[in-house]
């Protein structure tokens, strides 16, 4: 299944993480003209991660 991007809003708690700036001006690239902020797609794409990760491989999350 393709990524793709949705406006979803749900609860949160803010975390500090590092990216390589040219990440960030990549990510940023892809989303400008979009609503989705920086924190959705980070968020969308670790989740999309997750999910199609080898079941073996998969860490213990809970929702």
Request: proline residues 6%; charged residues 35%.
């Amino acid at each position: 299944m393709a990524f793709q991007l949705n406006n979803e809003k749900k609860e949160t708690e803010n975390k500090t993480i590092r990216f390589p700036l040219p990440l960030i001006k990549e990510i940023e690239s892809v989303l400008e003209g979009t609503e989705i902020t920086f924190s959705k797609f980070v968020i969308q794409a670790c989740e999309y991660a997750l999910k199609e990760m080898e079941p073996k491989k998969k860490p213990l999350v809970k929702e």
